[in-house]
């Protein structure tokens, strides 16, 4: 897969994507990352990439020749998924993730300042939100994407079944993990997980999800067991 990045901050994303697992990733040949200041691509003789709002108000505006041109010299034939990171975009979840991670290219634009001029939206395919909450930046929300779609990849992560494992791939949270010791402050590890019963091990683990979901996300069980009662 190839991602491409438009940022204003580069040295924001450049550490996190070059560490660990996505850092594994790229020198496995499994994503290449191309991050682009997008400043680069204003025509101002100031590089300037924001402006004042028509009609007034606070804040300063994106405006939409930088990032159309920046589109324009890196993806001229749209040839990528084409992502703005938004609080008003749609609330990704994981389902998106496994989406997303079915192409080739992504590009996505992390925006900045108080908005961006409403034109630019015209540019791209979809709107994306981490959630209702408003941040300093997209560069945040842009790495949460990255992160969770790279890790998807075939071949990423060593142990295939733990992506699919994992708490939402069905929606259960996922069971309690133990490692050594066996105990700690009179806290034990519960005596089946050391039974070497595999079969009462998976039982156990499974109620144990149930009963953990049914708790902390009411929500979720209940998709959960309409998805299993139809
Ligand atoms: N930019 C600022 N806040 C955001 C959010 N919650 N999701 C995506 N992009 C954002």
Not at 7 to 28: C, G, M, W, Y
Not at 57 to 80: Q, T, Y
Not at 114 to 124: M, Q, S
Not at 134 to 140: D, F, N, Q, R, S
Request: glycine share 6%; hydrophobic share 35%.
């Amino acid at each position: 897969m190839r991602i491409d990045i438009l940022t204003l901050f580069p040295e924001v994303i450049k550490p996190f994507i070059n560490a660990s697992i996505l850092h594994r990733a790229q020198q496995d040949g499994h994503v290449r990352f191309f991050v682009h200041d997008f400043r680069e691509y204003s025509e101002d003789k100031h590089r300037r990439v924001d402006d004042y709002p028509y009609g007034g108000g606070a804040g300063m505006v994106l405006k939409v020749e930088p990032v159309v041109n920046a589109l324009r010299g890196i993806d001229p034939d749209h040839e990528a998924v084409r992502i703005l990171m938004s609080p008003q975009g749609l609330v990704y979840h994981q389902k998106k993730a496994r989406t997303l991670a079915e192409n080739t290219s992504l590009l996505i634009l992390c925006g900045h300042y108080e908005g961006f001029d409403e034109r630019i939206r015209d540019y791209f395919d979809m709107e994306v939100s981490i959630g209702d909450y408003v941040l300093t930046g997209g560069e945040v929300p842009a790495l949460v994407v990255i992160d969770s779609v790279v890790r998807l990849l075939p071949g990423v992560l060593n142990n295939e079944a733990s992506a699919v494992e994992d708490s939402f791939s069905e929606p259960l949270l996922e069971y309690p993990h133990y490692t050594r010791p066996r105990t700690f402050e009179g806290k034990k590890v519960p005596d089946v997980l050391l039974s070497g019963d595999h079969a009462k091990i998976a039982a156990w683990r499974r109620e144990k999800a149930l009963e953990r979901t049914k708790k902390r996300r009411p929500d979720l069980y209940e998709a959960y067991r309409k998805k299993e009662n139809s």
